[in-house]
């Protein structure tokens, strides 16, 4: 199966150690990388040591490849000239234009490639329209590693969708993060620092501290079960050095601070994001640091799921899970520009 990658940040060079890590650069053959600066194309599919060589590029170096590197590049180029089957997208999340992203997952479908992405501005944006483009052209997108990272948290509730009446998680790891540091013991100041310093915040860490990536993940959520929530409708409490009277005020009453991201799914659909206090022995209680959990009730039932939330290396074993189905169900589709060979 042909692949190209788009971003190559952490997430893609996570994806490309995975891919090399575990022997699969046969059966996924990488034509083409692309970073901001340009592309590294070929024809073949980058052998083992050439894929070395791509991680070793510095950020934005991949177009400085010898031979395979294009400068100036753009997804565009690469199609016309690389026959592919699967776009990987994976390049920073726009929540108000759906940014470079979305104009490459609309690139790619019209060309009839298969996507996978951990993107989640193209979702949030046009999520609807690109998942009907989809299944106009016959091909598939898929976009498990966008909420929960590496957490199968999307196949779960996919299986649930005609049950399922409330969802309640932190589905935000790095604001986990700070106020669990904060209940430790550290201010707001220092853990925030330390999160800089750990690079799990978002590269703009208002899109966190705002609410704005949880409530994105909800719109995505909202969309996996075929309904339509947009990220302006969802309200949203922020963090910020307030946290650390409002854990303190929890300890004293011997409950927990969370940062809780609810979608209610009965009368409607809508969602809420909100600093929340929790009894000790309830499950979100549970979720710390990094990792994220949540709770999903159906009219007979709640289940729980925790797990890493985020981290290059989890949210790439996301996308390869993607990439795996997508080979196992059949990747020959519509094809490319480039495939009129
Ligand atoms: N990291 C996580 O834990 C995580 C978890 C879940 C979802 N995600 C999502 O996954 C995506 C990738 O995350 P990341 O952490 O890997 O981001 P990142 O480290 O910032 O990497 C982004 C990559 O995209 C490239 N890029 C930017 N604009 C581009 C353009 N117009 N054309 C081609 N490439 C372009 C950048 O190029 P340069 O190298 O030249 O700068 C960089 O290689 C984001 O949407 C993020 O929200 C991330």
Do not use: Q
């Not at 934005?60 to 395979?68: D, F």
């Not at 019209?110 to 999520?127: D, E, F």
């Not at 809420?272 to 499950?283: F, W």
């Amino acid at each position: 199966m042909r692949i190209v990658i788009a971003g190559f940040g952490s997430v893609g060079r996570s994806l490309v150690s995975h891919i090399v890590e575990r022997g699969l650069y046969e059966k996924f053959r990488i034509v083409a990388v692309l970073d901001s600066k340009g592309a590294a194309l070929n024809f073949e599919g980058f052998r083992k040591g050439e894929l070395r060589e791509l991680l070793s590029t510095p950020r934005g170096g991949a177009s400085t490849l010898e031979k395979a590197g294009r400068p100036g590049y753009t997804l565009i180029d690469v199609l016309a000239e690389v026959p592919a089957d699967v776009l990987v997208e994976l390049t920073p999340s726009d929540y108000e234009t759906g940014g470079a992203g979305l104009s490459h997952i609309r690139t790619a479908l019209h060309y009839g490639l298969h996507v996978v992405t951990a993107n989640k501005g193209p979702l949030v944006v046009a999520g609807k329209s690109l998942l009907e483009e989809a299944e106009t052209r016959r091909v598939k997108l898929k976009f498990r590693a966008t909420v929960m990272g590496g957490t199968p948290l999307i196949p779960l509730i996919s299986s649930l969708r005609h049950s399922l009446v409330e969802l309640e998680g932190v589905l935000n790891a790095s604001t986990n993060y700070l106020i669990t540091r904060v209940e430790e013991g550290a201010t707001f100041d220092e853990a925030f620092k330390e999160a800089l310093r750990l690079g799990v915040l978002e590269a703009d860490p208002t899109l966190d501290l705002r609410g704005i990536d949880p409530a994105a993940k909800l719109c995505i959520l909202a969309l996996v079960l075929g309904r339509e929530l947009r990220l302006s409708e969802i309200e949203r409490d922020e963090v910020g050095e307030g946290i650390e009277e409002a854990v303190a005020t929890a300890s004293s009453r011997r409950v927990k601070l969370r940062y809780v991201a609810i979608l209610h799914l009965e009368d409607g659909v809508w969602g809420e994001v909100r600093l929340k206090e929790v009894k000790a022995g309830d499950l979100l209680a549970s979720v710390k640091g990094l990792e994220n959990g949540v709770k999903l009730r159906t009219r007979e039932n709640e289940v729980f799921m925790k797990g890493l939330g985020g981290g290059g290396r989890a949210t790439a074993e996301g996308v390869l899970e993607d990439l795996m189905d997508i080979y196992e169900e059949g990747f020959r589709g519509p094809n490319t520009l480039a495939t009129r060979e």
